[in-house]
């Protein structure tokens, strides 16, 4: 059990959510959708729904300000099936004004050339559309070979990797740590 104990305040005036956050995942084996679910505990359901894109169309993106968008890497640096589904329909979202940060799902070990790479392909598809972004994550902890998930200086991920074949024991944790840090981005970008 997590608790979002930290951000709480943030989120809460007197018990009503000051913000609904909406978290659209695509998930092939369910890893993604295990910390979707692992993401809601932590938030707590009245701030964050949780949409499978299978099953959900993109127009709901428009209902929230703040956007947790997942993504797992297959195949090679391939996009999830489900994203592929929709990829060329994401052209046609209206993103200004959102504020969007990635987690992604893959296998630094096994795919040591390609970690996470789908989490960079959606970044870079969506920024022509106008969103900003929150939620960039050191590299500080990984260990691989290549990322198309990286900043332009190599410093840090776009979004949060989750590796959960090789590193499941510090997925709750930097889960728990991103959720506040986009919590804490999203309310500095706003007051602006
Ligand atoms: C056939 C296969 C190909 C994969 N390719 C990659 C890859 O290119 N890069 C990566 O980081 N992870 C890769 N993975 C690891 C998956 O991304 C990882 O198992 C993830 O947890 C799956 O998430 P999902 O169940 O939400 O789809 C691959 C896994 C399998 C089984």
Not at 89 to 114: H, M, P, R, S
Request: charged share 25%.
């Amino acid at each position: 059990m997590i608790e979002g104990a930290k951000i709480a305040p943030l989120l809460k005036v007197t018990g009503s959510p000051l913000m609904k956050i909406g978290l659209f995942y695509g998930s092939t084996t369910c890893y993604s959708e295990m910390t979707a679910e692992k993401m809601q505990e932590f938030l707590g359901p009245e701030t964050l729904d949780i949409h499978n894109i299978k099953e959900t169309s993109l127009t709901r993106l428009k209902e929230y300000d703040l956007l947790i968008l997942g993504i797992s890497t297959w195949d090679y640096g391939e996009l999830q099936e489900d994203w592929e589904a929709i990829w060329d329909e994401l052209d046609n979202v209206d993103l200004k004004n959102k504020v969007i940060a990635f987690y992604g799902q893959g296998d630094q070990e096994g795919y040591t050339d390609w970690f996470v790479d789908a989490m960079g392909l959606l970044h870079d598809k969506l920024l022509p559309l106008g969103p900003r972004y929150v939620g960039y994550w050191p590299v500080e902890g990984y260990d691989f070979a290549e990322s198309k998930a990286l900043t332009p200086d190599q410093s840090h991920f776009i979004g949060l990797p989750l590796d959960d074949e090789s590193q499941f024991d510090l997925s709750e944790q930097r889960i728990s740590d991103w959720l506040t840090q986009v919590v804490e981005e999203y309310l500095e970008l706003t007051a602006e």
